[in-house]
């Protein structure tokens, strides 16, 4: 089954004390991106990356780190985490084939920071 | 830089009746519009997407939505709603003029519920 998966679904944690979210596809997809949804303001791009190596920032990057080593991980890492970033996280790939391809998504993480 | 709003936070519809979620957009060039939806705990599902071409675009459970180049809106549409169909609804639009990536951006998510 064609999917994208995250782990952990759920996580509390504490100011400061560095975490990583994973993200896998199996759909040997090109483009990953991670996005940060919050009440209001919708979806907002954190990182993306085109291919391996290949990273960028997004819309909302400060304060978070990714790496893209292996095609189908891309990992997205909180190295001091704040309570301003207690949201829910989606990561999301699609082929880069034509620019009219959807995005699949992972089932979302949701973090809280206290 | 290209925009996409939703303007109603929440619609609420009577099942049976129809139903629309409105969305309009701003790019520089042609855009490419998608629709998706976010059941409960769970992640973005892809309803439909305007490419070019016809202006109603049918998708995944029945769905459709219009393409209005003039008005540039992208309203999502169903004729007879179901329970089922509450979920949150998101419209996005990749501009192709936004480099390599062609980087998509979401609206802000309009919540539907469907009442029996």
């Known amino acids: 089954e064609a999917q994208v998966t995250q782990n952990p679904r759920y996580l509390i944690t504490v100011t400061g004390k560095k975490l990583t979210v994973t993200c896998s596809q199996n759909?040997?997809?090109?483009?990953m991106s991670w996005y940060r949804q919050d009440p209001g303001l919708g979806l907002r791009q954190i990182y993306y990356?085109?291919?391996?190596?290949?990273?960028d920032k997004g819309d909302v990057p400060e304060g978070y780190k990714v790496s893209r080593k292996e095609k189908r991980n891309f990992p997205l890492i909180l190295e001091s985490p704040s309570p301003n970033q207690t949201s829910l996280y989606f990561c999301?790939?699609?082929?880069?084939?034509?620019?009219?391809?959807?995005?699949?998504f992972g089932p979302g993480t949701r973090l809280t920071v206290t | 830089a290209q925009s996409v709003a939703q303007p109603e936070d929440q619609v609420n519809v009577a099942e049976g009746n129809p139903l629309t979620v409105k969305c309009t957009y701003s790019?520089?060039?042609?855009?490419?519009l998608f629709w998706y939806v976010q059941y409960p705990n769970r992640g973005l599902q892809f309803l439909l997407k305007?490419?070019?071409?016809?202006?109603l675009v049918k998708g995944s459970y029945g769905f459709e939505a219009e393409f209005n180049k003039s008005q540039t809106s992208f309203h999502l549409k169903k004729p007879s709603a179901l329970v089922s169909d509450s979920a949150l609804y998101f419209c996005?639009?990749?501009?192709?003029?936004?480099?390599?990536?062609?980087?998509?951006?979401f609206g802000t998510g309009t919540k539907l519920q469907v009442i029996p």
């Open positions: 999301a790939s699609r082929s880069q084939g034509d620019p009219w391809n959807e995005q699949y």
């Open positions: 996005a639009v990749r501009d192709l003029n936004s480099g390599g990536y062609q980087k998509v951006t």
């Open positions: 990356s085109m291919n391996v190596e290949v990273t």
């Open positions: 790019v520089s060039g042609n855009p490419y």
């Open positions: 759909m040997n997809h090109e483009y």
């Open positions: 305007y490419i070019t071409g016809d202006n």
